[in-house]
């Protein structure tokens, strides 16, 4: 089973950046999946991103795209999301999670994952 350990949020006002970071441990990071996804209070879990094992294929979200960038470092078993021009809409807690298969935009194709970070936009 794989550990995942998120960090990098925090409050930033609208228009900022801020780059998450999710470190894994326990399997072959580089043979899986990875996704972020975020949860504001009252809403259900949302896709934000997801990038194959090689970095080679990613796949954003409509809500996020031309802002969000998904990355990952097999050498460092991490995977990261850089956010720019954030807007209050964008706060929530932030997961990242991997997965099997490719290019899934469904929670319930990931099998593990983190405890999450806050990120908090002001507007």
């Known amino acids: 089973q794989v550990q995942l350990v998120e960090s990098g949020g925090g409050l930033v006002q609208a228009g900022g950046s801020l780059r998450l970071s999710c470190a894994a441990s326990?399997?072959?990071?580089?043979?899986?999946?990875m996704g972020w996804f975020r949860q504001a209070p009252g809403k259900e879990r949302e896709f934000v991103a997801t990038?194959?094992?090689?970095?080679?294929?990613?796949y954003v979200a409509d809500s996020v795209k031309g802002r969000f960038t998904i990355s990952r470092d097999n050498a460092k078993n991490t995977v990261y999301l850089q956010m720019n021009s954030l807007k209050s809409e964008d706060t929530a807690v932030y997961y990242c999670?991997?997965?099997?298969?490719?290019?899934?935009?469904?929670?319930?194709?990931?099998?593990?994952w983190g405890q999450g970070t806050q990120v908090t936009v002001s507007s």
């Open positions: 326990g399997r072959t990071f580089s043979s899986y999946n």
């Open positions: 999670a991997s997965s099997y298969y490719s290019s899934r935009s469904r929670p319930s194709d990931y099998d593990a």
């Open positions: 990038i194959d094992w090689s970095g080679s294929s990613t």
